[in-house]
């Protein structure tokens, strides 16, 4: 256990839906990533917060929506996905958004039919 | 363009032999972190070297740093088939406004028993 939950483990959507992933972290960390995992890609960031503010945005479609309430849960919402998107999603945390370590969920696996 | 690129993309050895890994990258870094991953899951720090250090010890882990070839290297010693798993090296770098992680490709290490 790294301190760093997400639910659902397993998603599986038709491009009309609207769905949300969720994560939670238990280390009082100030910053909180989402990541996209392809087969055979290298991990892809998508969003930065900081002290619940988004920092960075590395160009990600708008049918991924994040939300960041507080610095212990994020989320990502889904709208209107293409089978393209299906793939490991994965949150990570860290104290800042310096020099550190990561801790990564253990990932959501979204299928998109 | 990526930063991390890992050599080779699988390995397979004996249990009880060493396992080393490559990681290139191609800017200037502030410190290069290696992660591993088991199949579907999420992934788990091993090891962080700054720019300013050459070599790091943990455990069975070995890292160098060699930032003039901007290179890095992961020495796996005594494997055991527990260690098969997916090994990622990432680089930390500032872009926009916040420092971030640009993961390779990873090697897939397998361990034989």
């Known amino acids: 256990e790294t301190g760093v939950t997400q639910t659902p483990r397993h998603l599986v959507m038709g491009m009309t839906n609207k769905k949300s992933l969720k994560c939670e972290q238990h280390?009082?960390?100030?910053?909180m990533y989402w990541y996209k995992q392809s087969a055979k890609k290298p991990l892809e960031l998508m969003f930065v917060?900081?002290?619940?503010?988004?920092?960075e945005n590395n160009s990600v479609p708008s049918r991924f929506s994040p939300e960041c309430p507080n610095s212990s849960h994020l989320f990502l919402h889904l709208h209107t996905l293409q089978p393209e998107d299906s793939a490991l999603y994965l949150c990570a945390s860290s104290p800042g958004t310096g020099p550190y370590e990561q801790y990564f969920g253990p990932g959501t696996r979204l299928t998109v039919t | 363009s990526q930063q991390g690129e890992e050599d080779p993309q699988a390995l397979s050895i004996q249990e009880g032999e060493n396992a080393t890994m490559n990681c290139s990258y191609k800017?200037?870094?502030?410190?290069l972190q290696w992660y591993r991953q088991n199949s579907g899951r999420g992934l788990v720090h091993l090891i962080l070297i700054r720019s300013n250090e050459r070599e790091k010890h943990s455990g069975r882990l070995r890292v160098t740093l060699d930032t003039s070839k901007k290179s890095s290297s992961l020495l796996i010693t005594a494997s055991r088939a527990a260690d098969t798993a997916s090994y990622f090296c990432?680089?930390?770098?500032?872009?926009?406004?916040?420092?971030?992680?640009?993961f390779g490709s990873g090697t897939q290490l397998t361990v034989l028993p």
């Open positions: 800017t200037s870094i502030n410190n």
């Open positions: 280390l009082g960390h100030n910053a």
């Open positions: 990432a680089t930390d770098f500032s872009s926009g406004s916040a420092r971030q992680l640009t």
């Open positions: 917060y900081s002290l619940e503010e988004r920092v």
